[in-house]
């Protein structure tokens, strides 16, 4: 049995496959989709109802990222081969959607953090003040009581970051530190326990040893926030400790201290906003 084929000139193949005629003959240039029978006498190009599908597949494949040399590539498949390539592309495309939800959940924490600097810059300084805070997951890092306010504690921050780099995520920009809540007659006697910055990912597998996830507990805190100095600071840690004492809270607590860049202009000096926080209840 003989059948007719009919034969679609490129203005007509353009119109049923919603690409531009400029496109059609690209592609035949460059060897992706070619006519099925050119007139040799015009050079007009004609195609078969057939190649529709060919096209539907090539526009599917674009959309999904693929370069005209893979297209090639891949129009000269088997099916098997073809089902092959499209498993690792949903495999690609799932984990550059579990990155993109990352960052969208870096980019909701990291613009939290900004609020939070913001509310820390805008308090009354040297002013004693109550708040809520809500639990906060945090990455700490254990500095084994050998860091005081007066040292630069660069190197155990860089753990933090170095440990969440490891994990495909990045350190946020408020980081903070915990000692516990004594009588310490000069800043030099206050020694960091450990250091944290928050982390929105808890599922972190490959951590140092002296690195660990660990919560800040959700509660009321007594707080007070000042320009960072080393007078500063001692002055303003002793009047929290003593509205702390007026309470008759027990003495067994820690201190949480959140220090904010006032500007991130690397020709400005840097000066910090620092805020003490005791958990009340």
Same mark, same amino acid.
């Given at each position: 049995?003989?059948?007719?084929?009919?034969?679609?000139?490129?203005?007509?193949?353009?119109?049923?496959?919603?690409? *531009?005629?400029?496109?059609?003959?690209?592609?035949?240039?460059?060897?992706?989709?070619?006519?099925?029978?050119?007139? +040799?006498?015009? =050079?007009?190009?004609?195609?078969? !109802?057939?190649?529709?599908?060919?096209?539907?597949?090539?526009?599917?494949?674009?959309?999904?990222?693929?370069?005209?040399?893979?297209?090639?590539?891949?129009?000269?498949?088997?099916?098997?081969?073809?089902?092959?390539?499209?498993?690792?592309?949903? !495999?690609?495309?799932?984990?550059?959607?579990?990155?993109?939800?990352?960052?969208?959940?870096?980019?909701?924490?990291?613009?939290?953090?900004?609020?939070?600097?913001? =509310?820390?810059?805008?308090?009354?300084?040297?002013?004693?003040?109550?708040?809520?805070?809500?639990?906060?997951?945090?990455?700490?890092?254990?500095?084994?009581?050998?860091?005081? +306010?007066?040292?630069?504690?660069?190197?155990?921050?860089?753990?933090?970051?170095?440990?969440?780099?490891?994990?495909?995520?990045?350190?946020?920009?408020?980081?903070?530190?915990?000692? +516990?809540?004594?009588?310490?007659?000069?800043?030099?006697?206050?020694?960091?326990?450990?250091?944290?910055?928050?982390?929105?990912?808890?599922?972190?597998?490959?951590? +140092?040893?002296?690195?660990?996830?660990?919560?800040?507990?959700?509660?009321?805190?007594?707080?007070?926030?000042?320009?960072?100095?080393?007078?500063?600071?001692?002055?303003?840690?002793?009047?929290?400790?003593?509205?702390?004492?007026?309470?008759?809270? *027990?003495?067994?607590?820690?201190?949480?201290?959140?220090?904010?860049?006032?500007?991130?202009?690397?020709?400005?000096?840097?000066?910090?906003?620092?805020?003490?926080?005791?958990?009340?209840?």
């Amino acid at each position: 049995m003989n059948y007719i084929v009919s034969y679609f000139s490129i203005n007509e193949m353009a119109k049923l496959s919603n690409l *531009s005629i400029q496109t059609l003959r690209y592609y035949d240039q460059v060897d992706i989709f070619k006519p099925e029978y050119v007139n +040799p006498d015009n =050079r007009y190009r004609y195609y078969s !109802f057939r190649q529709i599908s060919d096209l539907d597949i090539i526009k599917y494949l674009k959309y999904m990222g693929a370069s005209l040399e893979e297209i090639r590539h891949i129009m000269k498949m088997s099916p098997e081969s073809l089902c092959e390539f499209l498993d690792k592309q949903e !495999f690609t495309i799932n984990e550059q959607i579990q990155k993109l939800n990352n960052i969208q959940k870096l980019l909701t924490h990291h613009k939290n953090h900004i609020r939070e600097q913001t =509310r820390i810059n805008n308090q009354e300084f040297g002013i004693i003040y109550h708040r809520d805070i809500d639990k906060r997951s945090v990455l700490k890092v254990n500095c084994n009581n050998i860091v005081t +306010p007066l040292d630069q504690a660069d190197i155990y921050f860089r753990i933090l970051s170095k440990t969440l780099e490891n994990e495909d995520t990045i350190m946020a920009p408020l980081c903070g530190y915990i000692y +516990p809540l004594k009588n310490y007659n000069s800043i030099e006697k206050i020694h960091y326990s450990s250091l944290y910055t928050s982390t929105t990912k808890m599922d972190l597998t490959s951590l +140092p040893s002296d690195v660990h996830v660990d919560s800040i507990p959700k509660g009321t805190y007594m707080c007070i926030a000042f320009k960072w100095s080393v007078t500063e600071y001692y002055k303003y840690f002793c009047k929290l400790k003593k509205a702390y004492d007026l309470l008759g809270l *027990s003495i067994e607590n820690n201190v949480y201290e959140v220090s904010v860049p006032n500007n991130y202009a690397a020709s400005n000096d840097k000066d910090f906003i620092t805020e003490l926080q005791i958990k009340i209840d």
